[in-house]
């Protein structure tokens, strides 16, 4: 029963566009009402109806060590005590960046924001106010948050100016973003002859297409390419920092960027971005340059304070064993299940991001995971739902697993994805 979710979805959506705060959480790709969610501990979340499931979801990527971690929350009441907000500096904020500076290859110096969309909003000015030169490149199918030039997808046509996916962008904004395709250099380098280019801004790891793992070289491959045509390359890490590794991507793939965007698991749970780079690069970010940004909340105690804490625990290389065994394992017993039942579905993986695509048979770019078949996704998502896990509501997301995940919370999640997938193919 998902009674009271129902009627206070009613109640959202007379004050609040569509009921939600952000679009996807209105399950409208896979039909069916939104949850509202009373509390969370561990792997589990619970609804205002009292029930609990097995969250996948993790916030989108930030509770790695699951939900409400005790050493965080104490932390963070601890810290509220002493006020919420100064707008004054504070050692919280260089604790913070010299912990991800230990931690994460190449960066020398990092700014602080407020989410990861503020971050990559940021660093972006900051390549063109650093270059002198105007245009971005961007992969189809990556997401970077909705700051306006990154809104941008293009349409069909492997080099195609941007052309926005959302009203409000103007077209002078989208003209300066070029997009390519993932795990395709050529559609990189032919951009790149044709254009000037401030930086390429890639996902180390596509997770907001579902999951699409970069092909062996394509990550070196644009290295490359940045160096000849004196381009700098910007990691999005917002979902792989610190969750492929501590060093993140840079550290997993060993390719060095020039600039870093971090979000997500860097704030413990509270509204967190940065980003940082080569000290060259950050230098000309004001008070120390001409590249102005700026922000009333960063740096922000609190959530200085969920991140160190959060960064704390992660020095524990057991954590990242963990997290990508239970995924490990995951994505074997899905695809076992596939296979025993000749379900018309994959998986990919990278550590502890996965992602079950129906109806396809490669997923190395946006084209080919377009093609999935959402319409089986939504079917998947309400039953496992109704089994009790709880799955992000679109097929083109991650399934993000924590350290408080179980060998039993797996073997349960596979038992009901068997049980859902044998019902749909009888169903048809
Ligand atoms: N970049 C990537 C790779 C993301 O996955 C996201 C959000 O999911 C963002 C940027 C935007 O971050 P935020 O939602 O904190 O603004």
């Given at each position: 029963m998902t009674e009271n979710s129902k009627v206070m979805f009613e109640r959202a959506k007379q004050v609040i566009p569509g009921g939600v705060?952000?679009?996807?959480?209105?399950f409208k790709s896979v039909g069916g009402n939104p949850l509202f969610i009373e509390k969370a501990d561990g792997s589990k979340i619970y609804d205002i109806d009292g029930n609990s499931y097995i969250d996948y979801v993790c916030s989108w990527g930030p509770m790695i060590l699951g939900h409400n971690k005790k050493e965080i929350r104490e932390a963070v009441i601890s810290a509220a005590s002493n006020g919420l907000s100064f707008g004054a500096p504070t050692e919280l904020e260089v604790v913070l960046a010299e912990k991800m500076m230990e931690y994460?290859?190449?960066?020398?110096l990092v700014r602080m924001v407020n989410s990861g969309t503020e971050a990559v909003m940021s660093a972006l000015r900051l390549a063109r106010g650093f270059t002198g030169k105007n245009k971005i490149i961007k992969f189809e199918g990556c997401y970077h948050g909705h700051t306006d030039s990154m809104l941008v997808r293009a349409g069909?046509?492997?080099?195609?100016?941007g052309e926005s996916d959302s009203s409000g962008v103007t077209d002078t904004v989208a003209n300066d973003t070029l997009v390519a395709v993932y795990n395709d250099l050529d559609s990189v380098s032919q951009l790149l002859d044709k254009y000037e280019v401030a930086a390429i801004i890639v996902e180390p790891v596509a997770a907001n297409m579902g999951v699409v793992v970069p092909a062996d070289g394509f990550l070196k491959g644009l290295r490359d390419l940045c160096d000849k045509h004196n381009a700098l390359l910007i990691f999005d890490?917002?979902?792989t920092g610190f969750r492929l590794l501590r060093g993140g991507a840079q550290a997993f793939y060993n390719v060095r960027a020039d600039l870093v965007t971090f979000g997500k698991i860097i704030g413990g749970g509270m509204p967190v971005g940065a980003y940082g780079g080569r000290r060259e690069i950050m230098a000309c970010i004001a008070p120390l340059g001409s590249v102005y940004q700026a922000g009333t909340l960063s740096g922000n105690p609190i959530a200085m304070t969920a991140g160190i804490t959060q960064l704390n625990l992660l020095v524990d290389d057991g954590v990242y064993q963990h997290i990508n065994h239970l995924a490990m394992c995951l994505e074997k017993g899905l695809n076992d299940i596939i296979k025993r039942n000749q379900i018309d579905a994959i998986t990919t993986r990278v550590g502890s991001l996965l992602c079950m695509f129906f109806g396809i048979s490669s997923a190395n770019n946006y084209r080919e995971v377009k093609a999935a078949d959402t319409e089986r996704y939504g079917k998947y998502f309400r039953g496992m739902l109704e089994c009790g896990i709880y799955l992000a509501p679109s097929q083109f997301e991650a399934m993000f697993v924590s350290y408080s995940h179980t060998e039993n919370d797996i073997a349960k999640t596979l038992e009901c994805a068997e049980k859902v997938l044998i019902e749909m193919r009888k169903e048809g």
């Open positions: 705060n952000s679009p996807v959480r209105a994460v290859p190449n960066l020398e069909s046509g492997i080099l195609t100016m890490e917002v979902i």
